[in-house]
Nanobody, 121 residues
């Protein structure tokens, strides 16, 4: 099995910064694109950013100036640097990864348990 564990969430004041981490472990033959998503109370889950193994990123234009995704392939870990945080950034942030567990298997998406980010005004 595959496990994704997020860390780094917490309570911060508006204008502050936070750095999230997500480490993938378990039965990983190959790992592909990883990403961050978030879900605020009463809202749909939305894309924050994704990153390929080669470092190509994708994120909504509205977040590109404040949020930066990065990864360490050797550690199967991704990060999300969040700057100039706003109260509307408050949400549960989830980590995802596309993983091939064995050569004969198929690619599947895995999700972490989520980490709470709360931004106070």
């Amino acid at each position: 099995q595959v496990q994704l564990v997020e860390s780094g969430g917490g309570l911060v004041q508006a204008g502050g910064s936070l750095r999230l981490s997500c480490a993938a472990s378990g039965s990983i033959f190959s790992i592909g694109t990883m990403g961050w998503y978030r879900q605020a109370p009463g809202k749909q889950r939305e894309l924050v950013a994704t990153i390929t193994t080669s470092g190509s990123t994708n994120s909504p234009t509205s977040l590109k100036g404040r949020f930066t995704i990065s990864r360490d392939n050797a550690k199967n870990t991704i990060y999300l640097q969040m700057n100039s945080l706003k109260p509307e950034d408050t949400a549960v942030y989830y980590c995802s990864a596309r993983v091939l567990t064995t050569p004969q298997a198929f690619w599947s998406d895995y999700w972490g348990q989520g980490t709470q980010v709360t931004v106070s005004s």
